[in-house]
């Protein structure tokens, strides 16, 4: 009989936790010029002038959510010190896709932080946004609205109107609200309408993708807190930070890859991770992306990338979009669901270039060929037909 045992000593690791998307560094490191625009634009609040609106851009991985949470945080606490009432909050688009949504969710983090119970659905979007004014103004302080992922707002963009108004329009007295939005979408803001860019009036603050030195950084500060002494061989965080820097630039993708290479050397009971370690990771974490992208896709969304799967794997990409209407009422018609229109299959497109699974470019043929937009598959077609077939069997 076999006998089994989990192990009393770990040879590689010390802690993985500083490898999860949970973690936030104590300082975020090769940022600096971002927190110094994103200071710039807070300390004015600090004395008493109304918060300044912020729109940050960026891809997945670039370290946008983990910078606005410290600079909030340092003006939390340098308000605290100068007696100043300064708070914030934070939503979530992925979880909350409409301005009611995101009302109902900020009035109820107010309401429990107050020691009140949550108000449940029901009420209307007016209702919610003045009971949410209510309470923004039992505060008495100058108040941060972080909304992150906010393009799943798409063109719901009441909340955006409405908020920076607040005190303007008499709503509130004693309090202030700024809006600070998070995009992985570049062209978010022109797709706002008119009289949300006229009443936001924001700064805007980019964060470019991380290049391989600035990737080595971040991997090394990251082996040294998650890592034993000397485990890491040569040319295993060069390699990590190379892959991600060809990549996306993205900080996610390189320490996801130097963690799992430190999993494959302790699975081999190797001493050290090497680069082969790392070449090993590599699957494994595409792999892994891509089953943790699509898990929040419906079904339609898994056809529609399927769809651009199968063109990818035939050679036929980049393609328009009425290619991959085609061959989603296919692949909808096989799996026997009845197909969506156009409009719908261009908005599950757009969702898939969001989230990093396709890419769009746009092209211009002048006054014969007009304008247009082509789409690619960013990832391995391969991976992406075993995880789809997988979800929608």
Known sequence: MTHHEFRKTRDIFITKDVFSENYSPEVPIERDDEIDEYMTALEDSLFGDQPSNILTYGKTGVGKTVVTKYVLNLLVETATER???????????????????????LLNKIR????????????????????????????????YVMIDEIDYLGGDDRILYELPRAYK?????????GVIGISNDYSYRQNLSSKVKDTLQE???????YNASELQSILRERASEGMKSGVVGNGVIEQCAALGARDTGSARQAIDLLREAGNVAEEASADEVEVSHVEHAKERVKRGRIRDGVTDLTDSGLMVLHAVASLARSGETPTRLKSIVSVYEEIATHYGRRPLGESRIRDHVGDLTMLGFVTEERKNLGRAGGQFYQYSLAVDSDLVYDVVSERLS
């Open 83 to 105: 007696d100043v009432d300064i708070e914030y909050f934070e939503v979530n688009c992925g979880s909350n896709q409409t301005s009611y949504q995101v009302a109902l969710s």
């Open 112 to 143: 429990a932080q107050t020691g009140q119970s949550p108000l449940n659905r029901g009420y209307g979007f007016s209702e919610v946004m003045s009971r949410l004014y209510e309470q923004i103004e039992s505060l008495d302080a100058t108040v």
């Open 169 to 177: 329009n008499g709503y509130l007295d004693t309090s202030f609200v």
């Open 203 to 209: 700064r805007e603050i980019r964060f470019p993708p």
